[in-house]
């Protein structure tokens, strides 16, 4: 298939070689020059404007935006619509506020243009170990998308099947090669949000538990009772066989293994929005999030007084997504 990628940073550029990788064409667009350059050296078409763009894509165009949520988004998807033909696929990748997307939907079907919104992780890995993908659209628009999310998505790979899941009804099987059709528009994008909001939670822990261990010889304690422990070893054997091993786990050692200390993060962590639009999604549906909304203002308190365990957020943070930490 033909398509075009807006926004070729981290994200956006890696999608756009896998997909070229897996054999589709792309012409991609960045307001950056450097961005486009580097893409072109790889292969994809570029172009100078974004009104250049359509007319390269067919009657039809398939255009993917891969931008941060907000302004940018909201102003490069209003462009496209003046630029689509009816019967386009305008497709937003980012994380956008699923409300957005519902709105977005509705103008959007007025003009005869279909809306697909993707909530997409993986990360900087993503280009070698693929993309999970929770989209949200109309069922035909999401159908015609498939050979894209099927050449995007990591397969199979080794995770063992989950036992009797398909001989339940209803149950899709695109999930076990990492990605879904989620619902209508918005959908994808709320089950993404909702994934890092709990990806707020997991991550607060493993820092509150290596803060912890770290602090294990503070001359707080009786003497008698410090243990000055290696946390890489920790973080290792941790790894392999025990119940809380994962890939955070994995970025972790990682980060460790580089420097116990962390002495590169300063541990102001950032929040991108998603794990804010969780506690609001649960405040509406009075369900209760002590974990999650605990994690959201552990990073809010990061701005102001550091600990340990905001090196390691930090930390996992650029390690699977390239995040760096807020400015002082």
């Not at 909001?197 to 304690?221: N, R």
């Not at 649960?282 to 102001?304: F, G």
Request: charged letters at 25%; aromatic letters at 8%.
């Amino acid at each position: 298939m033909k398509l075009g990628m807006v926004g070729l940073g981290r994200m956006g550029a890696n999608i756009a070689r896998r997909l070229m990788r897996g054999g589709h064409q792309v012409v991609g667009y960045d307001r950056g020059v450097d961005a486009a350059a580097a893409l072109a050296k790889d292969g994809a078409e570029t172009v100078g404007a974004l009104e250049e763009l359509p007319a390269r894509l067919g009657d039809t165009p398939i255009v993917w935006v891969m931008l941060p949520a907000g302004d940018p988004t909201e102003q490069t998807i209003a462009a496209l619509a003046e630029l689509c033909a009816p019967g386009s696929i305008i497709i937003d990748g980012g994380n956008s506020f699923y409300k957005d997307d519902i709105r977005r939907a509705k103008v959007l079907s007025g003009r005869g243009i279909h809306y697909v919104d993707v909530g997409t992780s993986g990360g900087v890995w993503g280009l070698e170990r693929g993309y999970c993908m929770m989209i949200g659209g109309e069922r035909e628009a999401v159908a015609r998308l498939d050979p894209i999310f099927d050449c995007l998505a990591p397969g199979r790979g080794t995770i063992p099947r989950t036992p009797r899941r398909l001989e339940l009804e209803g149950e899709d099987w695109h999930a076990e090669k990492g990605y879904i059709h989620a619902g209508p528009a918005g959908a994808g994008h709320f089950v993404k949000m909702v994934h890092n909001g709990i990806e707020y939670g997991l991550m607060q822990a493993y820092a509150e538990g290596f803060d912890i261990l770290k602090s294990k010889s503070s001359d707080k304690l009786p003497e008698d009772e410090r243990y000055d422990l290696n946390l890489t070893d920790i973080a290792e054997v941790w790894r392999r066989g025990s119940v809380i091993s994962s890939w955070l786990l994995d970025l972790t050692a990682s980060a460790l293994a580089k420097d116990q200390s962390l002495s590169h993060f300063s541990g102001r962590v950032a929040d991108s929005g998603e794990g804010r639009w969780t506690i609001e999604a649960a405040m509406e549906e009075a369900v209760p999030v002590n974990v999650l909304s605990a994690a959201l203002y552990a990073r809010y308190r990061s701005r102001v007084e550091h600990t340990f365990g905001d090196q390691v957020l930090s930390a996992m943070r650029f390690g699977f997504g390239g995040h760096v930490e807020m400015p002082q």
